[in-house]
């Protein structure tokens, strides 16, 4: 096949750039097409694959907006312009996440029709597919025509990533029953029931869900404004890991608890590897003209690894097209 | 000791009345002073505890407004007619959420210059003492001066239940760095960031604080708008609870894992207690003139047994002239 590579921030993330080398060569060497982006010293050429040089790195703590137009020749940068200019077929980085959103803003713009781009996450759900929450982060205040494009939006990304025909969308909000929630949440509620948008999209209006609904079979997609759903994203994932923690360092506490956990390691892992924040695929930046992919810090080598999978899977089920042609104008 | 009684309504939750009866027992065995409040009846008389009766019960999917208007012989209604009366000291409902606050706030009313009641709710924090989360769900939309009377009611309850001298308050958001979040967040953070609030109650200003620190040990209380709070909870109780199925179901999976977990139920039962919702303490309505504890209507009889301890403790520490005195007018 002769598509274009994924361009991997090599530089961005808290193990940077050893895991990103580690994951691009592993992705390489089970198919993926993959261009590293950084600084060609500290990259060093053991790896084999392709390498874009930038010089700079914006740093994790950097403010987005500023960033983007002070570091141009970091990586992140360069990798969205990598896309925009159809050098790469697509963009994934671990490095700061709001550098990564408004560098794929900024340089592939938005898709022509849609109001505001928006961070979706799958959650795990036990037995099923996941529960894709949008918007994660990208706006923290927002419009309810806004919230219900997420949801047009979320329910082509449920079909093209998860094969769901008829994604239920539902508002996470503070109560099932009809009328329950905030200003924002009743406005979207309304139009929402109102109709009409969730035709071209092929979504079915799941109604009010709530927090607790995101990781049981409810809803394929929920919206939120971005402030909330970056709230609830940090507390899960905060919380679960808080609890992983919790359950293995008590199953480590004695020789006796240690010999009984070793046998329940073939149980548990895979288990924990479906918790564990470390380990989740990327999110998706749903609304830029490009599919750009925005891991963790912290992620592990798997993780980004799968997350390469992810982008080239997007930009081969055509995700920016199909969100163009069904929520774009 | 001559002190009023809990009045428990023993009609709220999804188990009742005959695990509200059997918290009663249990707490009344162990020294509290406990009245049962509903229908005669149904309660029996086996328990041998006192009862006020009450005719009517609150459905868990009521309005809570309109319900406590129709349904004035309620159970729940008729325990916040106790407080206020002063026949009892406190009380604890397990039934729909909503009428508990609402008979709460509507029968006891707000301490004077308390703008707000707010629900607030300790998050589990290994090796520490919990975090403190308001507002759960009292307010769906706030005022960033709620939002700081907020933290001065949870840092009182900080010291007041939990032995807390300097509890430090944060605000919940979306980035560690100042600037971050919605409008109400960055009012809030100057208003906080200015300064003098934080005298009388002890308080410490915490800062921006994210929701994966809510159950770490960086701050003792957080405050947020309601909805933001309720749906942090669910979505944590959500969470935690898919997570602990999901490893409790992996640990029975075979007759070798079975074995093995068999061993390890001393070393994770402590933890599955702390991380279980149904097993935890109520949650406490600051800034109404009463004690008033509200569990989840799943709760277990452990768990009711120790918010009925629970109410009876903030009555002797005085929490609510606390609250009047320090933080209201």
Not at 126 to 135: F, I, K, M, S, T
Not at 155 to 161: I, K
Request: charged letters at 20%; hydrophobic letters at 45%; proline letters at 5%.
């Amino acid at each position: 096949m002769s598509t274009l590579p994924v361009a991997v921030d090599a530089m961005g993330g808290d193990h940077a750039p050893e895991r990103n080398i580690a994951a691009a060569v592993a992705a390489a060497s089970e198919g993926a097409n993959v261009l590293l982006v950084g600084d060609p010293d500290r990259l060093g050429d053991d790896h084999g694959l392709p390498v874009h040089p930038a010089s700079e790195v914006i740093p994790m703590d950097a403010d987005p907006a500023t960033a983007v137009r002070r570091y141009k020749d970091s990586s992140v940068v360069r990798c969205a312009e990598l896309v925009r200019d159809g050098v790469a077929s697509s963009m994934l980085s671990a490095g700061n996440t709001g550098a990564a959103m408004a560098s794929s803003l900024l340089r592939m713009g938005r898709i022509k029709g849609i109001a505001r781009p928006a961070i979706a996450i799958p959650f795990p759900v036990d037995g099923r597919h996941p529960c894709v929450l949008l918007d994660c982060g990208a706006n923290a205040e927002c419009q309810p025509e806004w919230l219900v494009q997420f949801g047009q939006m979320g329910a082509v990304y449920s079909r093209v990533r998860f094969g769901i025909d008829q994604p239920r969308v539902g508002v996470l909000t503070i109560g099932e029953e009809a009328g329950k929630g905030n200003s924002l949440v009743k406005e979207t509620v309304a139009l929402m029931e109102a109709g009409g948008w969730e035709d071209a999209c092929g979504a079915v209006y799941g109604g009010n869900i709530e927090g607790r609904d995101l990781m049981v079979d409810v809803a394929e997609v929920a919206v939120c404004d971005g402030f909330t759903g970056n709230v609830v994203l940090k507390s899960l994932e905060g919380g679960v890991g808080s609890a992983l923690d919790r359950i293995r360092a008590a199953m480590q506490a004695t020789p006796e608890a240690a010999a009984a956990a070793a046998i329940l390691e073939p149980y548990l892992d895979p288990v924990f590897d479906v918790l564990d924040v470390n380990n989740t695929g990327s999110a998706l930046l749903l609304g830029v003209r490009g599919v750009s992919m925005i891991s963790h810090g912290s992620s592990s080598v798997h993780a980004l690894t799968r997350g390469i999978h992810t982008a080239e899977s997007m930009v081969a089920e055509g995700i920016v097209e199909q969100l163009r042609d069904i929520v774009g104008s």
